[in-house]
């Protein structure tokens, strides 16, 4: 076993020594033991101790490059030294008061004891420093073989104790391609209530990792079948009874699971593109509100596409997302139809430059999401699509290189546009730009010789006085 812990050694026993010098014991845990298992080794190690954290900062003071207290109100001291980011806790017990939002902290004694209230088995072993002594009381080596997440005690007790624990058992299902044990999604299931006392910003986190995880599909599908996803993404499982009217086959739950698979298919370099992500799982949440029977059988959702933007603004602001990740999502979401008045290739230039200047900094991700959104298991259908939304970006490619699409501008700038009209600063400035704006976009480049005569022309009609 302590050829696996060859690669953390130097740092680690070094830090093992030092406490074991001040008469306190210190151990590896939790998920770098089980990252290391898995053979995913990072530079962030979690250790646990029986010092307190004041004790913990006066071993580590001297020793670590620097050192940091934001969790030392729940027993935990941050380091950092060389390239290793480092979190040390004291032994802890802590869980909920049925009314509160923040685990109450009790110190533990035993490394044992500390393992026991820790939400899996496989995050529960550990590797004693300096003498890596392998501690695995609850069998998560054998978990970890298996692929299944199990609570170290009765998965009631663990989850009463920290609700979120739910949802990082789906959350490690798409991050790790774990299964649950049957145990544990029986008592998810029974508790999904409970989880509306974790704060908004905890269940932010855990989602937000799920939905950036190898598979989030497995881990939504967790969320829904457990009854989780209707106190912390209610929108998700109102689709599963909303059949989409292109695709009858499916509902619009799997439609839009679908789709997020196809959407993290076209990503690069392999990386989660957390609004990408997002803006697929979101993209239809307005068909429930938008659902209407048209004569013949037919299903229409009218203009769900803006109140999918508004529910995707509303939900996201309440998980408490940074307002900027909020309006991108929503906005993509808003436009990810707009390809689908293109046609066969009729847009005309204007359209193709409001189309460009909309998406703005989120043009590559809508052409993205726009592919990801076609799900027919008609080929000749899916090839079409696909044909005509290559057409789209050859032309969108083709007038970039020509009018520098991303940077389209008025020909006349504000103080050229206060000169002409002979105005000052003030609203008139404003409305003439946007005149000369949406001249630009319908026209192209005409020149500012052509586009003074047309603002002056413009500011004749508006009786403003020029």
Not at 140 to 167: C, H, I, N, Q, Y
Request: proline share 5%; charged share 30%.
């Amino acid at each position: 076993m302590s050829d696996l812990f060859r690669k953390i050694a130097p740092v680690a026993d070094e830090l093992g020594r030092l406490f074991a010098a001040q008469g306190h014991e210190l151990a590896l845990v939790g998920g770098p033991v089980r990252d290391i298992l898995l053979g995913r080794v990072g530079n962030d190690l979690d250790l646990t101790t029986d010092a307190r954290p004041e004790r913990v900062l006066e071993i580590v003071r001297d020793w670590a490059d620097s050192v940091w207290t934001i969790g030392i109100d729940f027993g935990t001291v941050g380091l950092r030294k060389g390239n290793w980011l480092i979190e040390i806790t004291t032994y802890r017990s802590e869980s909920y008061d049925p009314k509160s939002r923040k685990p109450e902290v009790m110190y533990g004694e035993t490394l044992e004891a500390d393992l026991e209230r820790r939400d899996f088995a496989v995050n529960a072993m550990a590797v004693r420093l300096p003498g890596h002594e392998f501690v695995d009381p609850y069998g998560g080596l054998d978990d970890l073989a298996a692929k299944v997440m199990r609570t170290p005690g009765p998965p009631e007790r663990s989850f009463g104790d920290d609700p979120l624990r739910m949802l990082r058992a789906a959350r490690f299902a798409s991050q790790l391609g774990f299964s649950v044990d049957p145990a544990a999604l029986a008592a998810m299931t029974a508790m999904a209530e409970r989880i509306e006392i974790v704060s908004a910003e905890r269940i932010r986190d855990e989602l937000d990792k799920l939905i950036c995880g190898a598979d989030p599909r497995e881990g939504l599908r967790l969320l829904v079948e457990t009854g989780l996803a209707a106190h912390v993404l209610p929108e998700l499982p109102r689709l599963r009874l909303e059949i989409d009217e292109h695709h009858r086959h499916k509902d619009v739950y799997e439609h839009t699971l679908t789709v997020l698979d196809q959407a993290i298919a076209q990503e690069e370099d392999g990386k989660p593109d957390r609004i990408l992500r997002w803006a697929a799982l979101m993209h239809d949440v307005g068909k429930p509100k938008t659902r209407r029977h048209e004569p013949g059988g037919r299903v229409s959702f009218h203009h769900h596409e803006v109140v999918g933007a508004q529910i995707t603004k509303k939900r996201m602001s309440e998980l408490k997302f940074p307002k900027d990740v909020v309006a991108d999502v929503s906005r993509l979401v808003e436009l990810h139809l707009r390809f689908h008045g293109y046609g066969t290739g009729e847009w005309t230039d204007s359209a193709v430059r409001r189309y460009v200047r909309d998406a703005g900094p989120l043009l590559s991700r809508l052409h993205k999401l726009t592919r990801a959104d076609c799900t027919t298991r008609n080929k000749r259908k899916a090839a079409a699509l696909s044909r005509t939304y290559d057409h789209l970006e050859e032309r969108i490619e083709r007038l970039a290189e020509e009018e520098e699409l991303a940077k389209i501008r008025p020909e006349l700038d504000g103080n050229e546009i206060q000169r002409v009209l002979g105005v000052g600063p003030g609203p008139v400035v404003g409305m003439a730009y946007k005149f000369l704006l949406d001249l630009r976009l319908d026209k192209g480049v005409i020149g500012k010789e052509a586009a003074t005569e047309a603002l002056l022309e413009w500011a004749r009609s508006a009786e403003l006085g020029t």
